[in-house]
């Protein structure tokens, strides 16, 4: 070799040696890796010392892939098209299959990574580890809940692996598709638990709707707001739900002034498109326990009736009329199906005597949904319409709960109503948030089940608010505890407009 091409050879070394911990060098590197697919975007999600904890905390996933790797390994980077492959199926808004396995990575050679690299005594790259993702975040304490992927070497292989996990026969192949594979069974608590999310994904697009409508356009649309939006702080499963919602109460008199709202997203926070609801990663655009075999099917109505038992079970006797006009209102003057809307306030209406006991509300608004089946389960028969893998029943179906059958034939139904109330209360209670009570989605039973025993005045647009609900807002987090402190002494120096009882 001359000493021209050993200067050129020795020049050219250096600089791949300076790259190679270069960020940009890396992104070229990985784009090269793709086979030129550098215009894709990547589907796994990219894992790191601050951000890992929190993900797979949060992740609505039921479990995860942590792929450990290091940018500078050739074998990574041939290995990353094949893991995109599979991570395509279940990963972001356009997953074939979502909600089910998220797909991360983490890069090993970042010196900010070392420490959490360490926790799971990586011996090789890429190494594959896979378990329920909040596993993820003590591994060495749920070691036997972390299993090591043995088999992954290949996108079939890999795919292969996962499938004899969870007992699926997914392919590479599978498109975007009418979902008739999916099969809930209303018994598998640990797939009720999955409606918690739901929950979430519901309001966050019920709270959209609204904004993209501007559907607050009077006094008595701003007051039906305001009073879903009390309820929802104090009572709803999710704590970041509360938290968004007590947020926007806090806020409410700037963004609504005179009930005119502004709907922009902006720079500031002068605008309600501003406040997400249940923050800024929801909605993600799909359901899970609610997810109909067709794409057309259940989804958002699903989720919202989720929602409705949900609050009627944790509410107080107080609360149940505040309750039931909350609920009212929000459908006749938000939801966006004429024909359900008005349905729906026919059936609102026609209660002449205002609720006092909890169990009367949780049972009036079962009865209502049963009504509402019965009348969807003819047309949907007549128009074949109806999703077939989960017609519209009688609900709940005896082998759900035997005991609240009195008697029945093809014409009626004798319920036991004391057996009903309390089959809500544990389905749409304990049964719903057993599961997923250790990732802090919702919060503790102290903080969900206060007494509401008087009024509290609030906003000038908000009218009154139960003072259990007051009471749950302040405590249900600290992170938003002071907010609510402050919007109450905010309301104690103004003087409402109207009163509610």
């Keep these: 070799m001359s000493w021209v091409h050993l200067v050129l050879f020795t020049g050219l070394l250096s600089l791949v040696i300076a790259s190679s911990s270069s960020p940009v060098s890396r992104s070229i590197l990985r784009d090269i890796s793709g086979g030129g697919n550098a215009d894709q975007e990547d589907k796994a999600v990219e894992l790191n010392s601050t951000n890992f904890d929190s993900v797979l905390h949060n992740t609505p996933a039921k479990y995860a892939v942590v792929e450990f790797f290091a940018h500078w390994c050739p074998a990574c980077r041939n290995y990353k ?23 991360t990575r983490v890069d090993c050679a970042m010196k900010t990574n070392t420490k959490l690299c360490d926790k799971f005594d990586i011996t090789h790259y890429p190494m594959l580890f896979w378990g329920p993702p909040s596993k993820f975040v003590e591994p060495k304490k749920n070691k036997s809940d972390i299993l090591v992927i043995d088999d992954g070497r ?64 009077s006094s008595e649309t701003s007051a039906s707001f305001v009073r879903f939006i009390q309820l929802l702080a104090a009572h709803h499963l999710s ?78 006797d107080g609360e149940s009329q505040f309750a039931f006009t909350a609920i009212c209102d929000f459908v006749n003057n938000f939801f966006m199906c004429d024909e359900c809307r008005l349905h729906f306030n026919d059936m609102c209406l026609s209660v002449k005597t205002p609720f006092k006991k909890a169990r009367d509300f949780v049972l009036w608004l079962w009865s209502t949904h049963n009504k509402v089946n019965e009348r969807l389960m003819k047309d949907e028969a007549s128009l074949s319409t109806g999703d077939p893998k989960f017609p ?110």
Aim: with cysteine; hydrophobic share 35%; net charge neutral.
């Design 239 to 316: 704590r970041r739900c509360r938290k968004g919602a007590a947020e926007i109460l806090v806020n409410y008199d700037d963004l609504c002034p005179s009930g005119k709202c502004s709907y922009e997203v902006s720079g500031g926070k002068d605008s309600l498109g501003n406040f997400p609801i249940c923050g800024k990663d929801v909605p993600r655009g799909y359901y899970m326990f609610c997810r109909g075999s067709k794409n057309d099917t259940r989804g958002f109505s699903c989720g919202l009736w989720v929602l409705f038992h949900s609050l009627s079970v944790r509410i107080e």
């Design 392 to 501: 519209k029943i009688i609900w709940p179906p005896k082998d759900l709960c035997t005991s609240c059958y009195l008697s029945s034939d093809q014409k009626s139904i004798e319920w036991d109503h004391d057996q009903v109330y309390k089959f809500l209360k544990n389905y749409y209670g304990p049964k719903l948030v057993s599961l997923y009570k250790e990732k802090s989605v919702i919060g503790s039973k102290e903080e969900t089940n206060i007494s509401a025993t008087e009024d509290l005045t609030v906003a000038t647009n908000a009218l009154v608010v139960p003072i259990g609900a007051a009471l749950a807002i302040a405590v249900a987090s600290c992170a938003f505890g002071a907010l609510a402190c402050y919007w109450r002494t905010q309301q104690k120096n103004r003087k409402p407009r109207r009163s509610w009882n």
């Design 154 to 217: 290949t996108a079939e292989r890999l795919l292969n692996w996962i499938n004899k996990q969870i007992g699926s026969a997914y392919g590479l192949d599978d498109k975007n598709f009418e979902n008739e594979h999916v099969v809930s069974n209303m018994t598998d608590y640990e797939q009720i638990s999955q409606a918690v999310y739901d929950i979430e994904e519901a309001t966050a697009e019920a709270f959209d709707i609204i904004l993209t409508q501007k559907a607050i356009k």
């Design 81 to 103: 098209p094949q893991y995109e492959k599979v991570a395509r199926l279940f990963n972001g808004p356009d997953a074939i299959h979502p909600g089910l396995v998220l797909m």
